[in-house]
C-alpha cells in the first residue's frame, strides 16, 4: 500500500515536471488555477498506465498523455507539440537508463532482482525523476536566446544541488542495502527523498521565475527610459523652436527697418532684403493642426521622410486629441510613426499614410498606414522590430500598447499581403476620457 502510494507520488512529479517544460516553452491557454488539476489528472493516468508493466505500452502512452495535454492546456502547433514531447520521451527514457544499469552494477545487484525490491525500485524512481528533471531544465536553459547571459552562467551552479541530492539518495541505499534496517526507516528514507526531489524542482522554479521578473522588470525600465528620452527631446526642440519664432520675428522686424532705411539709396539692397524676410518667411514652423506636441512630431518625421525619399501624406488638420496626455502623445505617436518609418526604409515604393480623424463627435481614430515587404513577425502578441540593437525588440509596440490601454482604446495592427501595406488602427473615446477626467 505504501509503495503504491509513493508510486503515485512520484508519477504526480512526473507529470508536474512535464508541466514544468510546457509552461516555460509554451504560451499557457488555459487558466493558473486550472493546472494543479491536469498534472493530478495526468499523474494518475500515467500511473495506472504504469501497473500494466510493459514498457512499451508505458512509453506511448506517457508521450500521447503529454500531447494531449499539452495541446489542451498550451497554444502550440501540432509540429512543435510532436517535437516537444519527443523530446520529453528520449530525456525520461535516458535518464532512467542512465540510473538504472550503473546503479545495478555499483550495488551489485541484477536488473531482475534490483526489479523485486520496492524500495529500490521507488529510490531509482526518485533518482531518475531528478535527473530527468535537471535534463529538461538544461534544454530549456540552452535553448533560450539569452544562454549566455550572466544570468545563465550563474544558474549552473545550482546543479551543485541534485549532484548533491543524487549523492546522498545513493548513500541512503547503499546503507538500506547491506546493513539490517527496518520497513518503517526504509518509508521514512522514501519520503525524505521524494521531498528532496520537490525541493529541487522548487528551487529551479524560483529562481528561473525570478530570472524572469527580473527581465520583465528590465524591459519596463527601458520602456520607461525611452519614453523619458523621448519627452525630454520633444521638451527641447519645443523650446528651440519657441526660440527660433522669437529670433525671426526680432530678425524680420530689424530688416524691415533696414529695408525702408535702403529704399531711397540702393533699390537692389532693398530687394535683396526682401528675398531674406521671405526667406525667413518659409522657415517658420508649420502648424498641421492645432496640437503643438502633434505639431512637432509630425514635422519631425515629415523631414525624416523627405530625407529618406518616402512619401509622406498627412492629413491631421481637424486632430482633437487634447484629451491624451502630452507624454503619453510622445510615446504613441513617435512610436508609431518610428515604426512606420522603419517599414518604409526596406520597400521600393516607400510610402506612409497618417491621418487622424474624429468620428460621431467623440470617437478619435488614429491610423497609419506604410509601405511593408514581409508580415511582421510577433513574438507573444508583441511586434518584434527589425533593429538589431540587442534588447530593444518590441519595446515602441508595447510603449502603444500601454499608452491605448491607458486610455481604454483599441489597437488593431494588420498586414496586407495584396498591397504590401502595414496598417495600425487606434480608436479612443473622447468622451470616456473627458468623463473620468472630471
Not at 493546472?35 to 499523474?43: A, E, N, R
Not at 551543485?160 to 528514507?189: D, E, G, H, Q
Not at 540702393?266 to 528675398?275: F, R, T, V
Not at 517658420?284 to 493642426?289: F, H, S, T, V
Request: with cysteine; net charge positive.
Amino acid at each position: 500500500m505504501i509503495s503504491n502510494i509513493c508510486y503515485a507520488i512520484v508519477f504526480l512529479i512526473e507529470s508536474l515536471i512535464s508541466f514544468y517544460y510546457f509552461d516555460f516553452k509554451f504560451k499557457r491557454r488555459i487558466s493558473k488555477k486550472f493546472i494543479p488539476i491536469s498534472i493530478l489528472l495526468s499523474g494518475l493516468v500515467l500511473y495506472i498506465i504504469n501497473l500494466i508493466e510493459i514498457p512499451l505500452i508505458n512509453a506511448v502512452c506517457f508521450y500521447v498523455c503529454n500531447f494531449i495535454i499539452l495541446r489542451i492546456c498550451y497554444n502550440s502547433s501540432i509540429k512543435s507539440g510532436i517535437f516537444a514531447n519527443f523530446v520529453l520521451l528520449f530525456l525520461m527514457i535516458i535518464t532512467e537508463l542512465i540510473v538504472i544499469l550503473p546503479f545495478s552494477v555499483v550495488s551489485r545487484f541484477s536488473l531482475f532482482e534490483s526489479r523485486s525490491d520496492a524500495f529500490i525500485l521507488i529510490i531509482q524512481a526518485i533518482m531518475s525523476k531528478l535527473l530527468y528533471f535537471i535534463f529538461i531544465w538544461g534544454v530549456l536553459k540552452f535553448s533560450e536566446k539569452e544562454s549566455k547571459s550572466t544570468d545563465s552562467k550563474f544558474s549552473i551552479l545550482l546543479c551543485f544541488l541534485p549532484i548533491a541530492s543524487i549523492i546522498l539518495m545513493c548513500t541512503n541505499v547503499y546503507l538500506c542495502t547491506f546493513y539490517s534496517v527496518n520497513n518503517n526507516f526504509k518509508i521514512a528514507i522514501i519520503i525524505g527523498n521524494i521531498l528532496i526531489l520537490l525541493s529541487n524542482i522548487i528551487v529551479f522554479y524560483l529562481h528561473e521565475t525570478t530570472i524572469k521578473i527580473n527581465r520583465k522588470y528590465t524591459q519596463i525600465l527601458l520602456d520607461y527610459q525611452q519614453e523619458k528620452n523621448t519627452i525630454d527631446y520633444y521638451d527641447l526642440l519645443r523650446e528651440q523652436n519657441e526660440n527660433s519664432k522669437i529670433l525671426i520675428h526680432d530678425i524680420t522686424k530689424h530688416l524691415k527697418t533696414i529695408q525702408q532705411l535702403s529704399e531711397n539709396k540702393d533699390s537692389n539692397i532693398a530687394q535683396y532684403i526682401s528675398e531674406i524676410v521671405n526667406d525667413f518667411s518659409i522657415m517658420n514652423p508649420i502648424d498641421y493642426c492645432n496640437n503643438p506636441t502633434v505639431n512637432l512630431i509630425t514635422h519631425r518625421y515629415y523631414e525624416i521622410c523627405k530625407k529618406n525619399n518616402i512619401n509622406f501624406t498627412i492629413s491631421i488638420k481637424n486632430a482633437n486629441i487634447d484629451f491624451i496626455k502630452e507624454h503619453d502623445i510622445t510615446a504613441l505617436l513617435d512610436n508609431l510613426l518610428e515604426n512606420a518609418v522603419e517599414s518604409a526604409l526596406m520597400t521600393n515604393e516607400k510610402f506612409i499614410d497618417f491621418s487622424i480623424s474624429t468620428r460621431n463627435s467623440n470617437f478619435v481614430i488614429i491610423k497609419i498606414s506604410n509601405s511593408c515587404n514581409k508580415k511582421p513577425k510577433y513574438i507573444n502578441g508583441t511586434l518584434v522590430s527589425s533593429k538589431s540593437t540587442s534588447g530593444m525588440h518590441g519595446i515602441g509596440t508595447r510603449s502603444i500598447k500601454r499608452v491605448v490601454e491607458k486610455y481604454n482604446g483599441n489597437l488593431e495592427m494588420k498586414f496586407d499581403s495584396n498591397t504590401n501595406t502595414f496598417t495600425s488602427t487606434i480608436g479612443i473615446n473622447s468622451n470616456i476620457q473627458n468623463s473620468n477626467q472630471t
